[in-house]
T-cell receptor
Framework: QKEVEQNSGPLSVPEGAIASLNCTYS??????FFWYRQYSGKSPELIMF????GDKEDGRFTAQLNKASQYVSLLIRDSQPSDSATYLC?????????????FGAGTRLFVKA | GAVVSQHPSWVICKSGTSVKIECRSL??????MFWYRQFPKQSLMLMAT?????????EQGVEKDKFLINHASLTLSTLTVTSAHPEDSSFYIC???????????????FGNGTRLTVT
């Protein structure tokens, strides 16, 4: 089982719709969860981080965390064509003996104008 | 926000030569930096953890004699790909966490990456 799993997509949504991106992780003791956006040929940029169960909102983005289900998601409201990118879920597990961030394979999102 | 600078942004080299990539934290001190590699359409794979003033910690399967890491100061880490071969062609990205590295909450800030092509 991979440590961080994401549906590779592509996920296609029309402009203005809500895009829902999902991620599961294997280390139950993980405490920190991150969403990064990566445009083609570029390095990742941090969108949001979440540490506690529940929802965290920042502008059009909402991160949701459910530690019991080992599940974290990202909602993008009012999706724009500029949101088209690969979204990487990342986790800091606690079973690695040190600080380490593990990335999922990413979900490709296409927002159609 | 935290700024991490990486240089060069792209490099083409001949097989058998060595290439050095620099990673600098511009507005914070980073006792630990991380080197990732990303092949096309794949996720970031952690290669090694670079520790200032001590030896780097390499992930399983990464050859430490081939990928030399030096973290000589609190703001600079270098990755040298020695005797590069075409299969080393990839996107190399460095990153650092601002704040206490022992905090599991620290998000990573990435450099712009270096696209290496070995001919």
């Amino acid at each position: 089982q991979k440590e961080v799993e994401q549906n590779s997509g592509p996920l296609s949504v029309p402009e203005g719709a809500i895009a829902s991106l999902n991620c599961t992780y294997s280390d139950r003791g993980s405490q920190s969860f991150f969403w990064y956006r990566q445009y083609s040929g570029k390095s990742p940029e941090l969108i949001m981080f979440i540490y506690s169960n529940g929802d965290k909102e920042d502008g059009r983005f909402t991160a949701q965390l459910n530690k019991a289900s080992q599940y974290v998601s990202l909602l993008i409201r009012d999706s724009q064509p500029s949101d088209s990118a690969t979204y990487l879920c990342a986790v800091n597990p606690t079973n690695t003996g040190g600080f380490k961030t593990i990335f999922g394979a990413g979900t490709r999102l296409f927002v159609k104008a | 926000g935290a700024v991490v600078s990486q240089h060069p942004s792209w490099v083409i080299c001949k097989s058998g030569t060595s290439v050095k990539i620099e990673c600098r934290s511009l507005d914070f001190q980073a006792t630990t930096m991380f080197w990732y590699r990303q092949f096309p359409k794949q996720s970031l794979m952690l290669m090694a953890t670079s520790n200032e003033g001590s030896k780097a910690t390499y992930e399983q399967g990464v050859e430490k004699d081939k990928f030399l890491i030096n973290h000589a100061s609190l703001t600079l880490s270098t990755l040298t790909v020695t005797s590069a071969h075409p299969e080393d062609s990839s996107f190399y990205i460095c990153s650092a966490a601002k704040g206490q590295i022992n905090s599991y909450n620290s998000p990573l800030h990435f450099g712009n990456g270096t696209r290496l092509t070995v001919t």
